[in-house]
Structures are given as structure tokens and as C-alpha cells.
């Protein structure tokens, strides 16, 4: 939590006055936390994604809003060969890429841009290769090197992908934010002028909006792209209001600092229906809350004591004091029941703390012992009470006799630390990519995300590891949900987390704001968004 949450509040409160004050065509967006950085393929954070791959970048395929339906997007079209090993992509022309002060870019984008954003993620020998601090979480996670055989430039509007296997999930993909495409002009200009760090404060894309500015923990500031290929934007400014406590965020929307609040707390959706002057928007999301618990620090290692834990928390009280009625289903799996590939003949730990003390007892802890419990300030939506959950946690931990100290850290730093396998037991929550269920189990429970951190469980379970590889390259739906059938018994016998719930996604606006629609993957886009 930040040190002065209050000065830094007063402060955008200002702004973001001033902001309103200025015209109808401005927006502001009261979100939850703040971006990582700006260079998306080094993140992995929703709220990153919102202000880089939803704002500034664009992939050579998209989502088409509110669905997983994969569109074109800086591809016009594409053709896949009959053994699922080349993609080849006709790129759409006169595109530009942003200005700013110090860069004009002097052609449009072209097949140059896209190999360069590719193999600067796939070549340990490319020059912007190792400039990337935190690496490239998603292209290690996903195992895209193996993956990727070579790009190549057919033309000046044409590229190919050739794979060393096929991937069914391949396409959809490269619609994720990992995949933007960068300009390569821009990072030649940089790299020229030795100041190559601008590519992740200074960023440059595409898409709908320009970036302006960032201040940090308060606000990034965009302005409309009058270029945009796809018709710019209604609103000519566009402010992303950081604002961690759900409370603040509600508040400062009825205030009309904000005419849009994300993730408010689901307890509180109905006063916010009931308000006049207010809508909420709510949808059936491909989110999954969960704790991680890190298989790497004994005795977390035995799967007794993990199974333990699992039996330990109530997890129905946990729910309804987190979600309220009917706001989030309880998680037996990494992904909801409503994805493809679920297995309905999982059954839920029960809570169990008796069975749990027998558990504990057979791995040699009779008398406990001890454990850190990690979480966030402020609220989201797979944690909209970070404190009480944990408060929870640790209440069933004790009762079994597992002591436990919890430890707040801010988001990005919680995730860092996460990643480095600092923790005990950690709060997370996914949101789902694409809609495919490898995107649940790959980036979050493999063995290559194991080991480049992204795996918070740092888990690797080599049967799991190659039932969900298998899978990837078998193209019947069918025998791929079979394979992931299996891959889910594993997870729930292995216990790596404490799955706890498929929350509902929300957003309060005011009344005569439109355009704006909830995407099931969690992601919020404001191309298309008009205010009164």
C-alpha cells in the first residue's frame, strides 16, 4: 500500500477535476491499480494490459468485443496450411504509428514491425533480446521459442509463421497482448540514441489512443488517435484514474470524478443498481481466483500438507463474504465449468479441518508450523477484500495448527516478489486470455512457468506437464478436452492451489455513457466509448 495514499489522492482528485471540467470528450476510468510498465510483452497484470495492449498496441489479430472470436486486425486476412504448420498473414496497409516528442515515424507499418516484435521475444542473439528486464513472461511460459520455427518476411505485406508442431491455439494467441506489434523504426531510433528504456515509458503503437503521460500510483493520460485505421476515437482524452480502494473509486464516480468505476465490489452492486444515475454492466467472466501455494518451500513440497491446507479452508464462507449471493461460483479447477474441456465430475474439497489435522499429522506435522500469507492492498475482481480473505485463511490455518503472518505488498511489487518464489501462499486471480483452456493451464501451471516464475505454485508435474502439451497439438476439440480431463484430475489430487472462485466481472458508469462493453477475458477496451 502506498505510503501516502491520502497527498497522492488529493492530488488526482485535482486533476482529475480539472479533467472533467475540460470537455464531454474526455474520460476518466477509476481503476484499480497501476501499470507495471508500458513495454506490455515484459507484463503480464490486467491493469498493464489496459493501459499498453487495450490503448496503445494492437496484435495482427483481435478479439471482437465481448467475445473470443478471433477478427482481423492489423492482418486483413490470413490462411493456415492443411498440417497446421504455417500461418501466413497479408498485412493491412497504410497504418501508422504514433509520434511523440523526439520520434516521427517516416513509413507505415510493415512485415519489418512484425518480425521485429516477434524476434526480439524468440532470438537471444537479437539486440533488444536481453535489454528486456523482465524478460518475455508469456513467449517463456508458452514456450514459443520451441514453438516457432522461424518468421519470415514473404513481401512488404506478408509474413509467415512456420511451427516445429501444430498448435491449436496458436491464432487465437497471437490476439494476446504479448503478441503487439512494436515498431521497428522506433526501436532502431532508440537504440541510436542509446535511450532504449523509452520503448517502456515512452511507448509507441497503433492503436486507438497516443500516450501522453504517466504519473506515477495516480494516472495515465492518453489522447485519441486521429489516424486510428479503424476510425478514431469519440472522445479526444482519456485518463486511467489510479485508485486502489473499491470505496474511493465508487465514491469518486457518484462524485462525477470518474464516468466509469472498474471492479466494484460485489457486495455493493445492488446500491449501485439502485442509484438513478448510475448503470452496471456484469458478465459471466473467465476469471478464476485462487492461492498459490509454493510446491518449492517445505513442507508445502508434500502433497499432504498441500491437500491439508485445502481441506482447511472454509471456502463457502469465504465466498459469501468476499462476493455476496449469486456473485462468483466456488472453483474445483483452474477454469470455470462454462469452458470447454471442464471435467464435471471433479468434486470440491470439502472443509474439513479434522481430516486436515490427520493429514498434517501423517506428513510429521502434528504440531504445525509456520507459513506467510501474501496479499494486496485495495480490492479487484478475484480479491475484492484483499484483507479479509486472508484474515480468513489464516483464521482455518490456525485451527489446524498452521501459523501464519500476513504481508500486504503493493501489486507490482507483490507480483515481482511472487515471481522471484518469495512466498509461502499467495493471492492471485487470472483472467483468460482467449478463451481456450491451455490459456489457464500453460501460462499458470507448466513446467516452463515453473521456471521462468510465472507459475506461482512453481509447480511441474511431468504427467500434468505432458498431457497439457499433448493437447496443444492435437486439433479435435474433442480429444484436446479429453486430454485436459485428465490434466485436471492431477491438479486437483496434486493440490498446487487453493482454487477458490469464478467471480462475476462488474463496472458502474454513469447513465449516458455507451460503448463501453465487458470483455470475458477481463480486459477493458475504450476505443469505442462516447460520454454525454
Given at each position: 500500500?502506498?505510503p501516502?495514499?491520502f497527498?497522492?489522492?488529493?492530488?488526482?482528485?485535482?486533476?482529475?477535476?480539472?479533467?472533467?471540467?475540460?470537455?464531454a470528450?474526455?474520460?476518466?476510468?477509476?481503476?484499480?491499480?497501476?501499470?507495471?510498465?508500458?513495454?506490455?510483452?515484459?507484463?503480464?497484470?490486467?491493469?498493464t494490459?489496459?493501459?499498453?495492449?487495450?490503448?496503445l498496441?494492437?496484435?495482427?489479430?483481435?478479439?471482437?468485443p465481448?467475445?473470443?472470436?478471433?477478427?482481423?486486425?492489423?492482418?486483413?486476412?490470413?490462411?493456415i496450411?492443411a498440417?497446421?504448420?504455417?500461418?501466413?498473414f497479408?498485412l493491412?496497409?497504410?497504418?501508422?504509428?504514433?509520434?511523440?516528442?523526439?520520434?516521427?515515424?517516416?513509413?507505415?507499418?510493415?512485415?519489418?514491425?512484425?518480425?521485429w516484435?516477434?524476434?526480439?521475444?524468440?532470438?537471444?542473439?537479437?539486440?533488444w533480446?536481453?535489454?528486456s528486464?523482465?524478460?518475455?513472461?508469456?513467449?517463456?511460459?508458452?514456450?514459443?521459442?520451441?514453438?516457432?520455427?522461424?518468421?519470415?518476411?514473404?513481401?512488404e505485406?506478408r509474413?509467415?509463421?512456420?511451427?516445429?508442431?501444430?498448435?491449436?491455439?496458436f491464432l487465437?494467441n497471437?490476439?494476446?497482448?504479448?503478441a503487439?506489434?512494436?515498431?521497428?523504426?522506433?526501436?532502431?531510433?532508440?537504440?541510436?540514441?542509446?535511450?532504449?528504456?523509452?520503448?517502456?515509458?515512452?511507448?509507441?503503437g497503433?492503436?486507438?489512443?497516443?500516450?501522453?503521460?504517466?504519473?506515477?500510483?495516480a494516472?495515465?493520460?492518453?489522447?485519441?488517435?486521429?489516424?486510428y485505421w479503424?476510425?478514431?476515437?469519440?472522445?479526444?482524452?482519456?485518463?486511467?484514474?489510479?485508485t486502489p480502494?473499491?470505496?474511493?473509486?465508487?465514491?469518486?464516480?457518484?462524485?462525477?470524478?470518474?464516468q466509469?468505476?472498474?471492479?466494484?465490489?460485489?457486495?455493493?452492486?445492488?446500491?449501485?443498481?439502485?442509484?438513478?444515475?448510475l448503470?452496471?454492466?456484469?458478465?459471466?467472466s473467465?476469471?478464476?481466483?485462487?492461492?498459490?501455494i509454493?510446491?518449492?518451500h517445505?513442507?508445502?513440497?508434500?502433497?499432504r500438507?498441500?491437500?491439508a491446507l485445502?481441506?482447511?479452508?472454509?471456502?463457502?464462507?469465504y465466498?459469501?463474504?468476499?462476493?455476496?449471493?449469486?456473485?462468483?461460483?466456488?472453483?474445483?479447477a483452474?477454469?470455470?465449468?462454462?469452458?470447454?474441456?471442464?471435467d464435471?465430475t471433479?468434486?470440491?474439497?470439502?472443509?474439513?479441518?479434522?481430516r486436515?489435522?490427520?493429514?498434517?499429522?501423517?506428513?510429521?506435522?502434528?504440531?504445525?508450523?509456520?507459513?506467510?500469507i501474501?496479499?494486496?492492498?485495495?480490492?479487484?475482481?478475484?480479491n475484492?477484500?484483499?484483507?479479509i480473505?486472508?484474515?480468513?485463511?489464516?483464521?482455518?490455518?490456525?485451527?489446524?495448527?498452521?501459523?501464519?503472518?500476513?504481508?500486504?505488498?503493493e501489486w507490482?511489487?507483490?507480483?515481482?516478489?511472487?515471481?522471484?518464489g518469495?512466498?509461502?501462499?499467495?493471492?492471485m486471480?487470472?483472467?483468460g486470455?482467449?478463451?481456450?483452456?491451455?490459456?489457464?493451464?500453460?501460462?499458470?501451471?507448466?513446467?516452463?512457468a515453473?521456471?521462468?516464475g510465472?507459475?506461482?505454485?512453481?509447480?511441474?508435474?511431468?504427467?500434468?506437464?505432458?498431457?497439457?502439451?499433448?493437447?496443444?497439438?492435437?486439433?479435435?476439440?474433442?480429444?484436446?478436452a479429453?486430454?485436459?480431463?485428465?490434466?485436471l484430475?492431477?491438479?486437483?489430487?496434486?493440490?498446487?492451489?487453493?482454487a477458490?472462485?469464478?467471480?462475476?466481472q462488474?463496472?458502474?458508469?454513469?447513465?449516458?455513457v455507451?460503448?463501453?462493453?465487458?470483455s470475458?477475458?477481463?480486459?477493458?477496451?475504450?476505443?469505442r466509448?462516447?460520454?454525454?
Amino acid at each position: 500500500m502506498s505510503p501516502m495514499p491520502f497527498l497522492r489522492g488529493g492530488l488526482l482528485l485535482a486533476a482529475l477535476l480539472c479533467v472533467h471540467a475540460q470537455a464531454a470528450d474526455s474520460l476518466v476510468v477509476c481503476t484499480e491499480a497501476s501499470p507495471e510498465g508500458f513495454d506490455i510483452v515484459q507484463y503480464t497484470a490486467a491493469t498493464t494490459a489496459d493501459a499498453t495492449a487495450e490503448t496503445l498496441f494492437e496484435r495482427l489479430v483481435a478479439f471482437a468485443p465481448g467475445s473470443t472470436e478471433v477478427v482481423p486486425a492489423l492482418a486483413q486476412s490470413w490462411e493456415i496450411s492443411a498440417d497446421g504448420l504455417s500461418y501466413s498473414f497479408t498485412l493491412r496497409q497504410g497504418v501508422k504509428f504514433h509520434a511523440n516528442q523526439g520520434f516521427t515515424p517516416t513509413r507505415a507499418f510493415n512485415a519489418d514491425d512484425v518480425l521485429w516484435s516477434f524476434q526480439r521475444q524468440l532470438d537471444p542473439a537479437h539486440p533488444w533480446h536481453k535489454l528486456s528486464l523482465r524478460g518475455f513472461p508469456y513467449a517463456e511460459a508458452m514456450g514459443l521459442a520451441q514453438l516457432i520455427e522461424r518468421v519470415e518476411k514473404l513481401d512488404e505485406h506478408r509474413v509467415r509463421f512456420v511451427l516445429r508442431h501444430p498448435e491449436a491455439p496458436f491464432l487465437a494467441n497471437l490476439a494476446m497482448g504479448f503478441a503487439s506489434i512494436y515498431s521497428a523504426e522506433y526501436a532502431e531510433h532508440l537504440l541510436a540514441a542509446n535511450t532504449p528504456e523509452r520503448l517502456n515509458s515512452q511507448p509507441v503503437g497503433t492503436g486507438p489512443f497516443v500516450f501522453e503521460r504517466y504519473a506515477k500510483d495516480a494516472q495515465v493520460r492518453f489522447r485519441g488517435n486521429p489516424d486510428y485505421w479503424n476510425g478514431a476515437p469519440a472522445i479526444q482524452r482519456l485518463v486511467l484514474a489510479i485508485t486502489p480502494e473499491p470505496n474511493v473509486r465508487q465514491q469518486r464516480l457518484k462524485a462525477g470524478d470518474c464516468q466509469i468505476a472498474l471492479y466494484p465490489r460485489p457486495v455493493d452492486i445492488p446500491a449501485l443498481k439502485a442509484d438513478p444515475q448510475l448503470q452496471v454492466l456484469e458478465l459471466d467472466s473467465l476469471l478464476t481466483a485462487y492461492i498459490g501455494i509454493n510446491t518449492r518451500h517445505p513442507p508445502l513440497d508434500d502433497v499432504r500438507v498441500r491437500q491439508a491446507l485445502n481441506l482447511a479452508f472454509d471456502k463457502a464462507a469465504y465466498i459469501r463474504a468476499q462476493y455476496g449471493e449469486g456473485n462468483a461460483t466456488p472453483a474445483v479447477a483452474p477454469y470455470p465449468a462454462t469452458l470447454w474441456g471442464y471435467d464435471e465430475t471433479l468434486q470440491d474439497w470439502p472443509h474439513d479441518p479434522e481430516r486436515a489435522r490427520q493429514l498434517l499429522a501423517e506428513a510429521g506435522h502434528a504440531d504445525g508450523f509456520a507459513l506467510s500469507i501474501w496479499t494486496r492492498p485495495g480490492g479487484g475482481p478475484t480479491n475484492p477484500n484483499p484483507g479479509i480473505g486472508a484474515q480468513m485463511l489464516q483464521a482455518d490455518l490456525a485451527a489446524i495448527g498452521i501459523r501464519s503472518d500476513i504481508r500486504v505488498f503493493e501489486w507490482g511489487e507483490l507480483i515481482k516478489r511472487a515471481k522471484n518464489g518469495e512466498h509461502d501462499l499467495v493471492f492471485m486471480g487470472w483472467a483468460g486470455d482467449n478463451g481456450d483452456p491451455d490459456n489457464f493451464l500453460t501460462p499458470n501451471l507448466s513446467c516452463a512457468a515453473a521456471e521462468s516464475g510465472e507459475n506461482q505454485a512453481g509447480w511441474c508435474d511431468k504427467t500434468f506437464d505432458a498431457l497439457i502439451t499433448q493437447a496443444r497439438r492435437e486439433p479435435e476439440q474433442s480429444k484436446r478436452a479429453a486430454l485436459y480431463r485428465q490434466a485436471l484430475a492431477i491438479f486437483h489430487e496434486q493440490a498446487p492451489w487453493i482454487a477458490l472462485a469464478h467471480p462475476k466481472q462488474f463496472a458502474a458508469l454513469h447513465k449516458g455513457v455507451e460503448g463501453f462493453v465487458l470483455s470475458p477475458m477481463g480486459s477493458n477496451n475504450f476505443a469505442r466509448v462516447k460520454v454525454p
